[in-house]
Every structure is written in C-alpha cells, then in structure tokens.
C-alpha cells in the first residue's frame, strides 16, 4: 500500500539556518504529494504541493521537488525563522476514487533565536 | 470567514458517554473527511464522504458513525467512549474525490477521562 516516510525530529536549527526535511514515499501509479504544517494548538495548513515528477511547490520560502526516480519530496527553505517553528507533515494521495490523504509521522521543527 | 469549522473546539468527557462533534464547510466542496491525530501526532485518515455518500471507511470500530444531513456537513458520533479515543479529530474537505487538496479545520481535541 501507499506509504510516506520522514525523517525523525525534533529538527534544532538557530534563526537563518538552511532546512531540510527529508521524504520518500512508496505508492502506485502516479500520487500527488503535499506538505501541511501545524503550528501550535492549530489545525493543519497546505503548506504547499506538487502533482507531478519534476514539479516544483513552492510558498513562504519554502520549496520542494517532485522527484520520482528516487521516491522523494523533501522540504528546503534557505532561511529559517523562529516563527516557522511547527510540526510539517509530508502526505500522498493516490490513484484512484477516494482521495485518501496517506501522512507521513511529522517532523517537529524547533527554531531558536 | 472560516472555511472548514469545527465544534465544539474541546470536549472533556467520561468514559462510557458517547458525544458528538460536527464539521461544517463553505468552500461548496463535494467530499468531506474524518482524520483522527494521536498523541504522537500521526494523523490516520477514518472515514471519507462524498455528496452525502460513504465512500472510505477505515476499519474504524463501529462506536464511530459518521453522519452527512448534506455535503456541507459531516458529524462524527461516537458512543461508549473508552480511554484510547483521546484524540485530536480533524474534519476536512475537498473538491472531489481524485488527488486533490484537502482544507483541515482546526480540529476538536477530546480527552476521555
């Protein structure tokens, strides 16, 4: 079955470092991939998206690449702030009727100053 | 305007109640979703409605009945409420029912006592 896995947190980084958060995922056919943020006490954001090989999703200074000849998604952002501290969530959907969401275990991300 | 609203934000109860919580969305969405998030923040999907009809049902145990009075609303009741159903429900929507974006509302977190 469909299945999403991330690098295990918490991610430490001072103000204004580089991030990455590392995805891979394994499904059918051809998913669309997502990454959602949570901020704390909050429901979950669309962080950004790609539904393709090669797409780029892109927003608030963050990116990532749809890269199916090694299963991946990961998170980047050139500069990180104290207010992106959050837990991110890299997801799947498939192929297919239903659209189920299949989330990877989040990754907390803490941001000091 | 809220997109996708949730009530109540937080419930407390006793084991052995059932109670219920109901998700309302503007965004004239076809499909309407039930998440559950753990304690460890693993989000797993449980059931999915589209126009008013189940169409994903996640071997969720059957003290949980989702209800859809139209495809603007979708409640969740669960009766006999034991320990393991503290959670954070997280109530979602999309267009339809093929790869597309979900939109979370800010969740209802319940603890069971």
């Known amino acids: 079955g469909n299945s999403v896995t991330q690098m295990e947190g918490p991610v430490t980084l001072s103000e204004e470092a580089f991030l990455t958060i590392n995805c891979t995922y394994t499904a059918t056919g051809y998913p669309s991939l997502f990454w959602y943020v949570q901020y704390p006490g909050e429901g979950l954001q669309l962080l950004l998206k790609a539904t393709k090989a090669d797409d780029k999703g892109s927003n608030k200074g963050f990116e990532a690449t749809y890269r199916k000849e090694t299963t991946s998604f990961h998170l980047e952002k050139g500069s990180v702030q104290v207010s992106d501290s959050a837990v991110y969530f890299c997801a799947l959907n498939g192929w297919g009727y239903g659209n189920k969401l299949v989330f990877g275990a989040g990754t907390i991300l803490r941001v000091k100053s | 305007d809220t997109a996708v609203s949730q009530t109540p934000k937080y419930l407390v109860t006793q084991m052995g109640n059932d109670k219920s919580i109901k998700c309302e969305q503007n965004?004239?969405?076809?499909?309407m979703y039930w998440y559950k998030q753990d304690s460890k923040k693993f989000l797993k999907i449980m059931f999915s409605?589209?126009?008013?009809?189940?169409?994903i049902n996640e071997t969720v145990p059957n003290r949980f009945s989702p209800k859809s009075p139209d495809k603007a609303h979708l409640n969740l009741h669960i009766n006999s409420l034991e320990l393991g159903d503290s959670a954070v429900y997280f109530c979602?929507?999309?267009?339809?029912?093929?790869?597309?974006?979900?939109?979370f509302g800010p969740g209802t977190r319940l603890l069971v006592l």
């Open positions: 979602a929507s999309s267009p339809g029912t093929t790869k597309e974006t979900q939109y």
């Open positions: 965004l004239g969405h076809d499909t």
């Open positions: 409605y589209n126009n008013k009809e189940l169409i």
